[in-house]
């Protein structure tokens, strides 16, 4: 992995924050019933529900689930994906989910947890090793898009991890923040890319060179 970029935070404080607070939640049962998407409840004005169903969940097992994963996202990804870009991720991911469900499900009635989150912070952050693991990188990738696929297909068993959380898994909500973080690595790549152009195009240089800069 490379080095981590100048004037970056590790977005690890931040991860174990948020999952603080996801647990909390899953202590207090009438935070799944006032914050979860339920579609009703949206269409009659309650929008906040579009953001804050993706941070319950349907109860403690699921809730430590989610957890694990994000602590280890973002424990793996410290030195590749700043704060901010672990923040842009996570808070951009619930929207473009909640709206890919509004549209794609429309018989949804009420959906929870943080899995797809997770989905656009794991694409987002194998995007940005592509430049220094390209290989690696790719490979993961690879079988990323395969499960992706096959999550869509008949042969996918939605109700396999019913016992521990009770209930089924959204296939469309990981299929909406896988692209988020599709869209938002590549984003951020063009960024990076365009801010060392212009830095070269100055004269300026971020290297560890002893000289002065002129």
Known sequence: MPNKPRETSSPVPGAVALVLLMLAFAFLPEAEALLRYQREDIANGQLWRVFSGHFVHL????????????LMLAVFLARDISARDWWMVTLTAPLVISLGLWFRQPELVA??????????????????LMLVAPAWAGT??????SRQVWEQT????PDYLRTLIHGRVM???HLFGALTGL???????WRDRASLGKESASGYSSGTD???DA
Do not use: E, K, M
Not at 111 to 128: N, W
Not at 154 to 157: K, L, T
């Open 59 to 70: 109860n403690l097992v699921h809730a430590l689930l989610n957890s694990a994963g994000t």
């Open 111 to 128: 959906y929870v947890g943080f899995s797809g989150v997770l989905h656009g912070l794991l694409y987002f952050g194998v995007l940005r």
């Open 140 to 145: 993961i990738l690879l079988l990323l898009v």
């Open 154 to 157: 008949s042969a996918y068993n």
């Open 171 to 173: 296939p469309d909500a």
């Open 183 to 189: 869209v938002l690595g590549a984003w951020s790549l």
């Open 210 to 212: 002893s000289r002065p």
